[in-house]
């Protein structure tokens, strides 16, 4: 099974396999986008192997932000919340990656609507944790680290 930590953190194992069951796996070859800034998305990829280089328009042009592989994941806000995609992911090798769209996760969020503060909290977490290795972390990022917010925005993108 592929790698599930992003809701292992917040959730018991019922709803974490609920999630994952009504995910699919997906495969890219080499060079294929799995998501560009400024799109509509609703869904993350958790990869399960190869690698994808994520980058950010910038004036100058593209920059590289992340280099991600194994365990990793992408597009977690886009799924929560509804925002635009805030960076380009592309495969670097063939990638083969668990998606998981806003529909597996609205069933566990309905019967369980305080994972979403604990969501925004590991969203936040891991966007401070960007911040500290990406020094223009928040010139890209279009959602901010207030948990309460996203928990928010999550409630809003969900209920609606």
Not at 102 to 131: F, I, M, N
Request: proline content about 3%; glycine content about 8%.
């Amino acid at each position: 099974m592929a790698d599930r930590r992003f809701f292992d953190a917040v959730m018991d194992a019922q709803a974490s396999d609920a999630i994952a069951s009504a995910s699919h796996q997906v495969t890219f070859s080499r060079g294929a986008t799995l998501m560009r800034q400024g799109d509509v998305g609703s869904s993350m990829f958790s990869i399960i192997s190869g690698k994808v280089m994520v980058s950010v328009h910038e004036p100058g042009g593209e920059e590289e932000v992340a280099m991600l592989g194994s365990g990793d994941f992408v597009g977690e806000m886009s799924l929560l919340t509804g925002e635009r995609r805030s960076a380009t992911v592309t495969a670097r090798s063939k990638v083969v990656a668990l998606e998981t769209p806003k529909t597996a996760l609205a069933p566990v969020l309905a019967q369980a609507p305080h994972l979403a503060d604990k969501l925004a909290a590991l969203v936040a977490e891991r966007h401070a944790q960007l911040a500290q290795i990406h020094k223009d972390f928040d010139r890209w990022n279009s959602v901010g680290n207030n948990p309460t917010e996203l928990a928010a925005k999550m409630t809003a993108f969900y209920s609606g």
